[in-house]
C-alpha cells in the first residue's frame, strides 16, 4: 500500500515530524508495513488499531473537542461492529494535538505520528460550500483501494444541531470509514437520478430497490414532475419515505434514513438489502456492479477467513492524545568515492537550497558524512538566520572511500537520540550512487531503524544505487526519489524541496514554480520565462547552479527593470557555484524573463529551481502528484500517477499537466525521458470528471529499475477553479448541490500560473521486453441518446487507448440485448454490433448511431469492447440502458402525445411524457 502525497499541501495546516534527512551517493527482503491509505492502520482480532485522527493548527484549542471526539468514535465503533456483521471495530485511536495549543499532562510527546499520515483530520472548511461541515474522504484510487483521508470539522462534531443535518454521528462516520478503509463508492445518485429498467420502467437510483418514496419537483414543492425527451427534468428527485419500517441496505446509499443499517449484499434471499447492480451510482460504475458486501469480502482485512464475526467483551476504544514535537532533520552526506565530480557539485548546491531556502525557522537540523565510516558533523541545530551560515559551512568539498550505509545510518540515529532524545519519526532519506562495500551494512541496522520507528526517505543517484534501499522505504513507510544524473534532469533539487515541503504549513511552505536542467554550450545562451501568479510570490528566488565556470545571468522583470550582477537581489555565491535572484518583498504578478549565457568556451550543465511563497491575498495554487505504487510487479501490477490541482479545498480543471517520466536505459543503452498527458475525464485511469485529480497509466517501461516524474502544471484558457467543490471528492457529497444545480457562480477562470511536483521514484521488477503487456482499457462512460420520433440511438464514449488509457485501439464491437443480466454475465452471448467508425486516439470522444429493430415498450441494454492491433480486448464497459415506448393509433400507427407512464416506484404520482419515452444512464 501507499502513503500517498497527493493534496497533502492543498488540505494540511502546519506540521512538524522527526527527520533523518539521509543522503547516501552509493538485497534483501523487508517486512512491508501493513498501511492502509495513509498511516498504518491494522485490524486484529476484529479490533482497528493505529488509527490517527490530527488536529489542524488551524483548529483553536479547546478541551471539548477532544471529548466529542471520543463520544462520537465510540458510537461509530460500536454501530461499525454492528454493520460489518461483528467483525470490526475500533479498539485504539491516537489523537494528534496540534503543537499551538497548550501542553497538559496527559499529552504525551508524539513519535511517529503526523498530518500527513493521518487517517482523520480535524480542519475547517470552505465556506463557499453549500455544506460547509459536510464529513468527506479524498480518495482518487480504484475500487477497492483506500482513500487518503477523512477530513471532519470542529463544528460538525462540537454542534449536534450541525450534525443532525447530515445523519446520526455513527452511521456517518461509517459511512466514510467504508470510503476509506474498504474502497467502496456512494450509491446515491450524482446526475444520473433515474435508469431504464426491465419491463418498461423507470426507476429512481437507489439501494436496495426494496427503499420507498415517491418523486417531487423541488422547484414546484411537489410531485407534478415535468418531462424533457422522455426524462424527469434535473429538478425532479426521488424523495425517500423517511417513515418506512424495517430494516434495509445500503448505508452507501443514505446514512440518513433511520430503517437504513446495513451494506447492501448479492444475497438475493435478503431482498431489503438486495445490491441493485442496474443503478447508475459509483459503486456500480467503479466496482463493475458489485455490491460493497462483495468488495469487504475481498478486502485484505476479511479476506482468506480473517477477523470472522465474534463477540467482544467491549467495542469503546482506547483514546491516547500527543503532542507535536518539533521537526528534526538529521542530514547524511554519503562521501564516497563514487561521488566525485558532477555528483558532488550538485549535491552541494542542492544541499545549499534545502538549508537555506526550503528549512523553516524553528526546524531542528544536524547533519552526518559518511564513506567506509561515518562522522557526525553537526548535532541538532535550531534553524534561524544565525545559524543557517554554521550548517551550509559543513556541507563535504570532498569524496572518497568505500561506502557504509549502515554506518551513516547509525549515526543519523545517534543524532537523534542525543541527549536522551526519542527517535520514534525520524524520516532518513537515503540518497545513493553505488552499492554498499564496507560493513557495517544496511541489513545490519534495518531492524533497529524499524524498531525505532524512523522513517526513511531515499534519492537514488544513478541506477548503481543499492536496490535494497527502496525494500527499506517500504518497511518504514518513506517516500523514494531517482536522480538519473543525465542530461536534462534536476531531479535532485526537486526531491530535496519535496522534502522540505513535507511537515511545513502551507504559510511556510516553499511553492516550486520551476524545475529543470539545461546544457549551455560556450559562448551560447539561454532564454527562459516565469510566471509569477496572484497567488504566490512572497520570498521568491530564482536559484541557478552551475559548474566553476562563471556565467552571466539577466533577468527581466515583467514591468521592464533588468536584474543583473551589480544589483542587490542579485548573489553570487561562488562556494557553492550557485547564484540566486532574490526578489524582496511580494513579486511582481506576470512573466519574469530569464537569460543565461555561458561565456566560456567550454559548455556547462546549468539547474534552475524557481521557488515562491503565498501572499496574504487568497490561498495558493498548489499541484501534488503521487504514484499508486512504489514497488511494480510486471506484468500483473499497473501502475498509476495521480496529479492534485488545486487552490486551497477547491479543484482547479481543465489545467494542463504533463509529466516527464525518467526510465532506465533499454538494450541499447539508451532511454529518452518520456512525456505524458494527465487527464481528468472520468476514463482510464482517472477516477471521475473534474474533481482536480489527474490521473494516468505508465505503460511504457524500458527495463527493471527506477522510474522518476516531474510534472508541470499550467493553465489553459479554460481553466477554472471550482470554489464550491472539495478537490478529489466527486458526485453530490461534494457540495451538497440539488441534482441539477449549477455552479457558474462558483465558477472563477483562472489567470496564467506555473507548477512543478515531484511524485518522487518507483521500481519495476520482472520486465520483459517485446510483449504486449497491457490490453485497451475498459471504457466506463458509455452513454445513449435518441432523436425524438426516430428509432435510431446514439451512443457515446471517451475513447479509450491500446495501451489502458495510452494509444489507439483498432476498433470497437458493441453488445446489445433486451435483458440486462445477459449483459451483465455474459456479454458475449449478446447480439453482436461491429462499429463501423474509425477509432480516435485515447481521451477524445467517440460516437455512433444504429438503427434499433424492435419499438414500443422495450429496454435495451448496451456494453462496448476495444480490441487492439494485437487482438487484445479490454474488459467489458459499463452498461447503458434506454428505453423506447412508443404509443400509436391502432388504424393510422401515428404517435400519440402526450400519454401517461407510471413510474416504477411505490408511492409514486403518474407523471406527464411526451410520445417517446427515453432513459439512459451510466453505472
Same mark, same amino acid.
Given at each position: 500500500?501507499?502513503?500517498?502525497?497527493v493534496?497533502?499541501?492543498a488540505f494540511?495546516?502546519?506540521g512538524?515530524?522527526?527527520?533523518?534527512?539521509?543522503?547516501?551517493?552509493?538485497s534483501?527482503?523487508w517486512p512491508?508495513?501493513?498501511?492502509?491509505?495513509?498511516g498504518?492502520?491494522?485490524?486484529?482480532?476484529n479490533?482497528?488499531? #493505529?488509527?490517527?485522527?490530527?488536529?489542524?493548527?488551524?483548529?483553536?484549542e479547546d478541551?471539548?473537542?477532544?471529548?466529542?471526539?471520543?463520544?462520537v468514535f465510540?458510537?461509530a465503533?460500536?454501530f461499525?461492529?454492528e454493520?460489518?456483521?461483528k467483525?470490526?471495530?475500533?479498539?485504539?485511536?491516537v489523537?494528534?494535538?496540534p503543537?499551538?495549543?497548550?501542553?497538559k499532562?496527559?499529552y504525551?510527546?508524539?513519535?511517529?505520528?503526523?498530518t500527513?499520515?493521518s487517517?482523520?483530520?480535524?480542519?475547517?472548511?470552505?465556506?463557499?460550500?453549500?455544506?460547509?461541515?459536510?464529513?468527506?474522504?479524498?480518495?482518487s484510487?480504484?475500487? &477497492?483501494q483506500p482513500?487518503?483521508y477523512?477530513?471532519?470539522?470542529?463544528e460538525?462534531?462540537?454542534?449536534?444541531?450541525i450534525?443532525e443535518?447530515?445523519?446520526?454521528?455513527?452511521?456517518?462516520?461509517a459511512?466514510?470509514?467504508?470510503?476509506?478503509?474498504?474502497?467502496v463508492?456512494g450509491?446515491?445518485?450524482?446526475?444520473?437520478?433515474f435508469?431504464?429498467?426491465e419491463?418498461?420502467e423507470?426507476?429512481?437510483?437507489?439501494?436496495?430497490?426494496?427503499?420507498?418514496?415517491?418523486?417531487?419537483?423541488?422547484v414546484k414543492?411537489?410531485?407534478?414532475c415535468?418531462?424533457?425527451?422522455?426524462?424527469?427534468?434535473?429538478?425532479?428527485?426521488?424523495?425517500?419515505?423517511?417513515?418506512?419500517?424495517?430494516?434495509?441496505?445500503?448505508?452507501?446509499?443514505?446514512?440518513?434514513?433511520?430503517?437504513?443499517?446495513?451494506?447492501c449484499?448479492?444475497?438475493?434471499?435478503?431482498?431489503n438489502?438486495?445490491?441493485?447492480?442496474q443503478?447508475?451510482n459509483a #459503486?456500480?460504475?467503479?466496482?463493475?456492479?458489485?455490491?460493497?458486501w462483495?468488495i469487504?469480502?475481498?478486502?485484505?482485512d476479511?479476506?482468506? &477467513?480473517?477477523?470472522?464475526?465474534?463477540d467482544?467483551?467491549s467495542?469503546v476504544?482506547?483514546f491516547?492524545f500527543?503532542?507535536?514535537?518539533?521537526?528534526?532533520?538529521?542530514i547524511?552526506l554519503?562521501?564516497?568515492?563514487?561521488?566525485?565530480?558532477?555528483?558532488?557539485?550538485?549535491?552541494?548546491?542542492?544541499?545549499t537550497?534545502?538549508?537555506?531556502?526550503v528549512?523553516?525557522d524553528?526546524?531542528m537540523?544536524g547533519?552526518v558524512?559518511?564513506?567506509t565510516s561515518?562522522?557526525?558533523?553537526?548535532?541538532l541545530?535550531?534553524?534561524?538566520n544565525?545559524?543557517r551560515?554554521?550548517?551550509?559551512?559543513?556541507?563535504?568539498?570532498?569524496?572518497?572511500?568505500?561506502?557504509?550505509?549502515?554506518?551513516?545510518l547509525?549515526?543519523?540515529i545517534?543524532v537523534?537520540?542525543?541527549?536522551g532524545?526519542?527517535p520514534? &519519526?525520524?524520516?532518513?532519506?537515503?540518497?545513493?550512487?553505488?552499492?554498499?562495500?564496507?560493513?557495517?551494512y544496511?541489513?545490519?541496522?534495518?531492524?533497529?531503524?524499524?524498531?525505532?520507528?524512523?522513517?526513511v526517505?531515499?534519492?537514488?543517484?544513478?541506477?548503481?544505487?543499492?536496490?535494497?534501499?527502496?525494500e527499506?522505504v517500504?518497511?518504514? #513507510?518513506?517516500?523514494?526519489?531517482?536522480? @538519473?544524473?543525465?542530461?536534462?534532469?534536476?531531479?535532485l533539487?526537486?526531491?530535496l524541496v @519535496?522534502?522540505?515541503q513535507?511537515?511545513?504549513?502551507?504559510?511556510?511552505?516553499p511553492?516550486q514554480?520551476?524545475?529543470?536542467s539545461?546544457?549551455?554550450?560556450g559562448n551560447?545562451?539561454y532564454e527562459?520565462?516565469?510566471i509569477?501568479?496572484?497567488?504566490? &510570490?512572497?520570498n521568491?528566488e530564482f536559484?541557478?547552479?552551475?559548474s566553476s565556470?562563471?556565467?552571466?545571468i539577466e533577468?527581466?522583470?515583467?514591468?521592464g527593470?533588468?536584474i543583473?550582477?551589480?544589483?542587490?537581489?542579485y548573489?553570487?555565491?561562488?562556494?557553492?557555484?550557485?547564484?540566486?535572484i532574490?526578489?524582496?518583498?511580494?513579486?511582481?504578478?506576470?512573466?519574469?524573463?530569464?537569460?543565461?549565457?555561458n561565456?566560456?568556451?567550454?559548455?556547462?550543465?546549468?539547474?534552475?529551481?524557481?521557488?515562491?511563497g503565498?501572499?496574504?491575498?487568497?490561498?495558493?495554487?498548489?499541484?501534488?502528484a503521487?504514484?499508486?505504487?512504489?514497488?511494480?510487479?510486471?506484468?500483473?501490477?499497473?501502475q498509476?500517477?495521480?496529479?492534485?490541482? @488545486?487552490?486551497?479545498?477547491a479543484?482547479?480543471?481543465q489545467?494542463?499537466?504533463?509529466?516527464?517520466l525518467?526510465?532506465?536505459?533499454?538494450?541499447?543503452?539508451t532511454?529518452?525521458?518520456l512525456?505524458?498527458?494527465?487527464?481528468?475525464?472520468?476514463a482510464g485511469?482517472?477516477?471521475?470528471?473534474?474533481?482536480?485529480?489527474?490521473a494516468?497509466?505508465?505503460?511504457?517501461?524500458?527495463d527493471?529499475?527506477?522510474y522518476?516524474v516531474?510534472?508541470k502544471?499550467t493553465?489553459?484558457?479554460?481553466?477554472?477553479?471550482v470554489?464550491?467543490k472539495?478537490v %478529489?471528492?466527486?458526485?453530490?457529497?461534494?457540495a451538497?448541490?440539488?441534482r441539477g444545480?449549477?455552479?457558474?457562480?462558483f465558477?472563477?477562470?483562472?489567470?496564467?500560473?506555473?507548477?512543478v511536483?515531484s511524485?518522487?521514484s518507483?521500481?519495476?521488477?520482472?520486465?520483459?521486453?517485446?510483449?504486449?503487456?497491457?490490453?485497451?482499457g475498459?471504457?466506463?462512460?458509455?452513454?445513449?441518446?435518441?432523436?425524438?420520433?426516430?428509432?435510431?440511438?446514439?451512443?457515446s464514449?471517451?475513447?479509450t487507448?491500446a495501451d489502458?488509457?495510452?494509444?489507439?485501439?483498432?476498433?470497437?464491437?458493441?453488445?446489445?440485448s433486451?435483458?440486462?443480466n445477459?449483459v451483465?454475465?455474459?456479454?458475449r452471448?449478446?447480439?453482436?454490433?461491429?462499429?463501423?467508425?474509425?477509432p480516435?486516439?485515447a481521451g477524445?470522444?467517440e460516437?455512433?448511431?444504429?438503427?434499433?429493430?424492435?419499438?414500443?415498450?422495450?429496454?435495451?441494454?448496451?456494453?462496448l469492447?476495444?480490441?487492439?492491433? %494485437?487482438g487484445?480486448v479490454?474488459?467489458?464497459?459499463n452498461?447503458?440502458s434506454?428505453l423506447?415506448h412508443v404509443?400509436?393509433?391502432?388504424n393510422?400507427?401515428?404517435?400519440l402525445?402526450?400519454?401517461?407512464h407510471t413510474?416504477n416506484l411505490p408511492?409514486?404520482?403518474?407523471?406527464?411524457?411526451?410520445?417517446?419515452?427515453l432513459?439512459?444512464?451510466?453505472r
Amino acid at each position: 500500500m501507499v502513503r500517498p502525497s497527493v493534496l497533502k499541501t492543498a488540505f494540511l495546516g502546519k506540521g512538524a515530524m522527526v527527520a533523518i534527512f539521509l543522503v547516501v551517493i552509493s538485497s534483501g527482503n523487508w517486512p512491508v508495513a501493513n498501511a492502509c491509505g495513509r498511516g498504518s492502520i491494522y485490524l486484529e482480532n476484529n479490533g482497528y488499531r #493505529q488509527i490517527l485522527i490530527a488536529i489542524s493548527d488551524n483548529v483553536p484549542e479547546d478541551a471539548a473537542l477532544l471529548d466529542r471526539i471520543k463520544d462520537v468514535f465510540t458510537r461509530a465503533s460500536a454501530f461499525l461492529y454492528e454493520i460489518t456483521k461483528k467483525r470490526a471495530f475500533f479498539e485504539e485511536i491516537v489523537v494528534l494535538i496540534p503543537k499551538s495549543w497548550s501542553n497538559k499532562p496527559d499529552y504525551v510527546p508524539a513519535t511517529n505520528q503526523t498530518t500527513e499520515v493521518s487517517n482523520i483530520v480535524v480542519d475547517r472548511m470552505n465556506p463557499d460550500l453549500e455544506q460547509p461541515h459536510k464529513p468527506f474522504v479524498i480518495r482518487s484510487g480504484q475500487c &477497492g483501494q483506500p482513500g487518503w483521508y477523512m477530513q471532519l470539522t470542529p463544528e460538525y462534531l462540537t454542534d449536534t444541531t450541525i450534525a443532525e443535518q447530515h445523519g446520526s454521528y455513527e452511521k456517518v462516520i461509517a459511512h466514510e470509514w467504508a470510503h476509506l478503509r474498504y474502497g467502496v463508492f456512494g450509491e446515491y445518485p450524482d446526475d444520473h437520478a433515474f435508469y431504464a429498467a426491465e419491463n418498461a420502467e423507470i426507476e429512481a437510483t437507489r439501494c436496495s430497490k426494496a427503499l420507498r418514496g415517491q418523486l417531487i419537483d423541488y422547484v414546484k414543492g411537489n410531485g407534478d414532475c415535468d418531462f424533457e425527451n422522455g426524462l424527469p427534468t434535473a429538478s425532479c428527485q426521488f424523495k425517500d419515505d423517511q417513515e418506512a419500517s424495517g430494516k434495509y441496505g445500503s448505508l452507501m446509499y443514505s446514512h440518513k434514513l433511520d430503517h437504513v443499517v446495513w451494506f447492501c449484499d448479492n444475497d438475493t434471499n435478503s431482498p431489503n438489502t438486495l445490491h441493485n447492480r442496474q443503478a447508475p451510482n459509483a #459503486q456500480n460504475r467503479n466496482c463493475d456492479g458489485k455490491s460493497v458486501w462483495e468488495i469487504l469480502r475481498s478486502h485484505q482485512d476479511f479476506a482468506g &477467513g480473517a477477523n470472522l464475526p465474534r463477540d467482544v467483551p467491549s467495542t469503546v476504544p482506547t483514546f491516547r492524545f500527543v503532542k507535536y514535537r518539533s521537526k528534526r532533520t538529521v542530514i547524511v552526506l554519503d562521501i564516497s568515492g563514487s561521488m566525485v565530480g558532477n555528483k558532488l557539485q550538485k549535491l552541494r548546491q542542492a544541499v545549499t537550497i534545502y538549508i537555506q531556502n526550503v528549512a523553516v525557522d524553528g526546524d531542528m537540523i544536524g547533519m552526518v558524512w559518511f564513506s567506509t565510516s561515518a562522522s557526525i558533523k553537526s548535532y541538532l541545530t535550531e534553524v534561524k538566520n544565525s545559524t543557517r551560515q554554521q550548517l551550509l559551512n559543513v556541507i563535504p568539498k570532498e569524496a572518497r572511500g568505500g561506502t557504509s550505509i549502515g554506518a551513516g545510518l547509525q549515526k543519523g540515529i545517534e543524532v537523534l537520540s542525543s541527549g536522551g532524545e526519542d527517535p520514534a &519519526g525520524g524520516v532518513i532519506l537515503l540518497v545513493t550512487d553505488g552499492k554498499e562495500n564496507t560493513a557495517p551494512y544496511l541489513t545490519d541496522v534495518k531492524d533497529q531503524i524499524i524498531s525505532k520507528h524512523i522513517v526513511v526517505d531515499t534519492v537514488a543517484v544513478t541506477e548503481d544505487a543499492d536496490q535494497q534501499i527502496e525494500e527499506l522505504v517500504e518497511a518504514t #513507510q518513506g517516500f523514494s526519489y531517482f536522480f @538519473s544524473d543525465k542530461r536534462g534532469s534536476n531531479a535532485l533539487n526537486e526531491a530535496l524541496v @519535496s522534502i522540505g515541503q513535507r511537515g511545513a504549513g502551507i504559510e511556510q511552505r516553499p511553492i516550486q514554480l520551476s524545475s529543470q536542467s539545461v546544457v549551455i554550450k560556450g559562448n551560447h545562451s539561454y532564454e527562459d520565462k516565469v510566471i509569477i501568479d496572484s497567488t504566490i &510570490g512572497r520570498n521568491t528566488e530564482f536559484l541557478i547552479g552551475h559548474s566553476s565556470h562563471d556565467i552571466i545571468i539577466e533577468m527581466t522583470t515583467p514591468s521592464g527593470r533588468r536584474i543583473s550582477r551589480n544589483d542587490s537581489e542579485y548573489i553570487t555565491d561562488a562556494v557553492f557555484s550557485l547564484t540566486r535572484i532574490k526578489i524582496p518583498g511580494v513579486a511582481e504578478k506576470g512573466q519574469w524573463k530569464l537569460s543565461i549565457k555561458n561565456p566560456s568556451s567550454i559548455e556547462q550543465s546549468v539547474t534552475i529551481t524557481v521557488i515562491s511563497g503565498k501572499t496574504d491575498q487568497s490561498d495558493p495554487i498548489v499541484t501534488t502528484a503521487t504514484w499508486a505504487k512504489k514497488i511494480v510487479q510486471f506484468p500483473d501490477e499497473r501502475q498509476i500517477l495521480y496529479v492534485s490541482v @488545486s487552490q486551497g479545498l477547491a479543484p482547479v480543471l481543465q489545467a494542463n499537466v504533463t509529466a516527464i517520466l525518467e526510465r532506465p536505459d533499454d538494450a541499447n543503452g539508451t532511454a529518452p525521458s518520456l512525456q505524458l498527458t494527465l487527464r481528468d475525464n472520468g476514463a482510464g485511469a482517472d477516477l471521475a470528471n473534474d474533481d482536480g485529480i489527474y490521473a494516468i497509466y505508465v505503460t511504457k517501461y524500458t527495463d527493471n529499475g527506477r522510474y522518476d516524474v516531474k510534472v508541470k502544471v499550467t493553465a489553459t484558457p479554460v481553466s477554472v477553479v471550482v470554489k464550491n467543490k472539495i478537490v %478529489g471528492v466527486s458526485g453530490s457529497g461534494a457540495a451538497g448541490r440539488k441534482r441539477g444545480q449549477r455552479d457558474t457562480g462558483f465558477r472563477q477562470n483562472i489567470e496564467e500560473f506555473q507548477r512543478v511536483a515531484s511524485a518522487g521514484s518507483f521500481k519495476l521488477h520482472n520486465f520483459i521486453e517485446g510483449i504486449d503487456a497491457f490490453p485497451p482499457g475498459k471504457v466506463t462512460d458509455l452513454r445513449v441518446s435518441v432523436d425524438d420520433g426516430t428509432e435510431e440511438v446514439t451512443l457515446s464514449w471517451t475513447a479509450t487507448g491500446a495501451d489502458l488509457d495510452q494509444g489507439t485501439v483498432s476498433s470497437y464491437v458493441l453488445w446489445k440485448s433486451k435483458d440486462f443480466n445477459t449483459v451483465f454475465s455474459s456479454h458475449r452471448k449478446a447480439v453482436r454490433v461491429d462499429v463501423n467508425i474509425k477509432p480516435q486516439t485515447a481521451g477524445k470522444q467517440e460516437t455512433y448511431t444504429i438503427r434499433l429493430e424492435e419499438t414500443g415498450s422495450v429496454t435495451y441494454y448496451f456494453a462496448l469492447e476495444a480490441v487492439d492491433d %494485437g487482438g487484445n480486448v479490454s474488459p467489458r464497459s459499463n452498461i447503458a440502458s434506454v428505453l423506447l415506448h412508443v404509443l400509436k393509433h391502432e388504424n393510422d400507427g401515428e404517435s400519440l402525445s402526450p400519454s401517461k407512464h407510471t413510474l416504477n416506484l411505490p408511492s409514486m404520482v403518474g407523471c406527464v411524457v411526451g410520445s417517446l419515452v427515453l432513459m439512459y444512464r451510466s453505472r
